[in-house]
């Protein structure tokens, strides 16, 4: 079995896309192998500049990424899209998406997109995504773009784990910048204003880059702010150029390297949850289990901290109860 | 110690204030006490009903949980509100506020405020939350508010505990309500169009009633709009009321049990990733330690895998490495 995993690891690494998908998968289902498959990969990763790229709905993100992948493919750069929906539970639609998505990349092997969303009770949708972009990394992508809808933590986290996080804003969805959500204005280190030529959005960047101005700068990087049309493919190399420009910034301060160690920080949270979540629940029956204790406590027949002592023992991780 | 802790829970019982605030510290601080205090007191909970009230910043929310609080006073009722920021890293400030709201009840032993921010590089505000709404309730406040900014999956996670959940809107926030969060719309039993006298509140009232005549009642109820106006006290009658209607209509269908089951195998699963968390890494040095491991894996030097394996093993929940 190891041996037939080897076998898998090469030939993502060579950049089958039926190996590639297998692995997403199995990533997304938790299977056992795709632990194995990583750690192979992981000393081939490493290469891959990741962008995340996060809005509200409408802002065109996937049109953006589309144009970013297509200017990267010019340049002959391989380019993987990993499209994150964590408000939709099932990835069905999604899959459909990705094959309308891909057909203006048709027979070009050096493209590849998936899409994710939410699985199962246990979440842990970053740690996916996280290792779908290992994956890419390993397979030879050099620029991985993780598209999400600016909704939450759960997106906050997913694009935090980029190198570079793109928030994408448009003219006439909201009367005022100061209902962007505040983590949102945190974490974006290029802000896109897209959908530019339409009314509304010179008043926009001039709130957006009054509100810049309060922010501290992180290691001498002032947020740009990048006008776009993504549709007609206008501001699309300023951006690709914006998006180089921060990553030579970093990389010749030392920051790339604290951020990379925060990054790894997180992550390392992400999967040490996940994994034991999945330990204490995730067998067969778990969730059985879970909705069974879970009736005797809202019946106050059972104390919650019994309740999880009582799965931490079944579950051979020790209770102290 | 034991005999000590029995002493503590008999004195939150009797709804002493230091006895309380003692508690939601050793809560926040994940001392090993505050679990032991909070087993005492389980079977005295389920009496309160919770009611969470949730919104962007600036739609009023803390003044309209100040008139809701003095509303339920004026009937005699015990309240307890607990107003979570899960964007403030620190709660040195939000002490401060909560003294500020403390005024305008000042003497009054029926109510209890208390703040609550994000702590530590572990998280767990949703199960924080939960506790310290288990310890009001054992307290005897029979309405427990919980008001947070409605911002991502944290927030959406702390109202999901509640029994009734309040969403607040005001006018002119957004050219389009198509742009609020999903997630709000969905979890949102009631809405509430506060300051309704201003410009364009009838026009979201009519977005907001063809938005929600889209949505799937639940147990045949349809979650009413109420319009407020809570800095000049208009409409808090109107809510409480709709409220009290809310949760009538649930104790009468068999939704209540099904929704408290939910609602405990979320929290359950909370309680497990912080207990587990809290076991692998709480620890002196445990933050130290994941640096470190993050650091030999962003230098390649170490895979996440290994790494994770480490921490297991070191905290002894076993490795499998």
Request: hydrophobic content about 40%; overall charge neutral; glycine content about 10%.
């Amino acid at each position: 079995m190891s041996q037939s995993i080897e076998n898998w690891a090469q030939r993502v690494c060579a950049g089958d896309v039926r190996a590639l998908s297998r692995a997403i998968t199995a990533i997304e289902n938790h299977e056992p192998d795709s632990e194995e498959l990583l750690r192979l990969l992981f000393p081939r990763t490493g290469k891959a500049y990741l962008t995340g790229v996060t809005g509200a709905p409408g802002t065109g993100k996937s049109t953006l990424v589309d144009r970013l992948s297509a200017h990267y493919r010019g340049k002959q750069e391989q380019v993987g899209v990993i499209a994150v929906d964590p408000t939709s539970p099932y990835s069905g639609g999604a899959i459909l998406g990705d094959r309308i998505r891909m057909q203006g990349h048709a027979g070009d092997s050096g493209m590849f997109i998936r899409s994710m969303a939410t699985r199962g009770f246990l979440g842990g949708l970053a740690r996916a995504t996280a290792e779908v972009a290992l994956l890419l990394d390993a397979a030879g992508k050099q620029q991985v773009l993780i598209e999400t809808v600016g909704v939450g933590q759960d997106e906050i986290d997913i694009v935090r784990l980029a190198d570079c996080v793109v928030v994408m804003l448009v003219p006439g969805m909201g009367d005022d910048i100061q209902n962007m959500k505040a983590g949102l204005m945190e974490i974006g280190d290029i802000f896109v204003l897209n959908k530019s030529d339409r009314e509304g959005a010179d008043r926009l960047e001039q709130q957006l880059n009054a509100m810049l101005s309060l922010v501290m700068p992180r290691e001498g990087w002032h947020p740009p702010v990048v006008r776009t049309v993504a549709s007609e493919n206008k501001g699309i190399d300023a951006l690709a150029e914006t998006i180089a420009r921060f990553r030579k910034h970093f990389e010749a301060s030392g920051e790339r390297k604290r951020k990379h160690v925060e990054h790894w920080k997180l992550r390392l949270i992400e999967l040490l949850e996940s994994r034991l979540l999945q330990r204490a629940l995730g067998g067969p029956g778990g969730e059985a289990r879970l909705t069974q204790l879970a009736e005797e406590v809202a019946e106050r027949k059972k104390d919650p901290f019994s309740a999880v002592s009582d799965i931490l023992a079944r579950s051979g991780l020790g209770g102290t109860a």
